[in-house]
């Protein structure tokens, strides 16, 4: 019988992607009525352009992150470690807890200005949810589970990752999916430390109060942070076992 919570889950789950797509439906044809679409289309050199500066902060930001976080959450959940995990997770908060903008000042005076600051700055505040998501995931797993692998003579490595990581997985992708979504939404902060990417478009277009020109910053920004979810939740989908993933119980 499956769970009423994985139930609605697995509802949710399917509606999400239907609501998305009515959603983005409505703003593109608010945007052709209006007239508006064409002005934005006039800066599509520079969304070209200056998107792939934000997917190249994003991707290097976004990986570094995962590189760190990930062993630093299976860290943490060891025996050894349970005595200092808040300890760390505040370090791990410092970039979470101070203002993105004031991070990125802060990488600027240490680093100079450009693309590595600002890869440092995002890096820093896209670390938190991955580290904390890693660590919850492991340690919410059932006892029962890892006393019947240690049962059937399982070494700790062999529990780690034949056993707690399958059944951590989901939850860690959450931290992963929320720690980028982060990063894209503060990646246009990076332009302010020389970095370009699309807060170009957005800034300059609020500074000369030129609508047009903040959405074609802005629009792509959303969709690239949509995409990015998306890919990695079929990621998640398609990784987790299932009976373990709430959203395909079976």
């Known amino acids: 019988m499956i769970p009423a919570r994985s139930g609605r889950a697995a509802a949710l789950g399917r509606m999400a992607p239907a609501l998305l797509l009515l959603v983005l439906a409505a703003l593109l044809y608010r945007l052709w009525s209006s007239g508006m679409a064409a002005e934005i289309l006039t800066h599509r050199d520079d969304i070209c352009y200056l998107g792939l500066q934000h997917l190249e902060l994003v991707a290097w930001s976004g990986l570094l992150a995962i590189l760190v976080a990930l062993p630093a959450g299976i860290a943490l959940s060891r025996p050894s470690w349970r005595a200092v995990p808040e300890v760390c997770m505040q370090l791990f908060n410092i970039g979470g807890t101070i203002p993105t903008l004031a991070v990125l000042a802060l990488s600027m005076t240490l680093l100079g200005i450009g693309i590595v600051p600002a890869v440092f700055g995002l890096w820093a505040v896209t670390l938190l949810p991955i580290v904390r998501n890693t660590y919850a995931g492991l340690r919410a797993v059932p006892p029962h589970l890892l006393e019947a692998a240690r049962g059937m003579g399982m070494t700790p490595a062999q529990v780690l990752w034949r056993v707690q990581l399958p059944n951590a997985l989901f939850v860690i992708c959450g931290g992963i999916r929320t720690a980028l979504a982060i990063c894209v939404g503060s990646a ?47 990621a998640q989908y398609h990784l987790v076992p299932r009976g373990i993933d709430p959203l395909h119980p079976y």
Do not use: R, S
């Not at 020389?194 to 969709?223: C, K, Q, R, S, V």
């Open 188 to 234: 246009p902060l990076a332009f302010l430390i020389g970095a370009g990417g699309l807060g170009e478009l957005i800034f300059t277009g609020m500074a000369l109060d030129d609508l047009p020109m903040m959405l074609a910053g802005a629009i792509p920004t959303a969709l690239i942070a949509v995409l990015l979810d998306f890919l990695i939740g079929q």
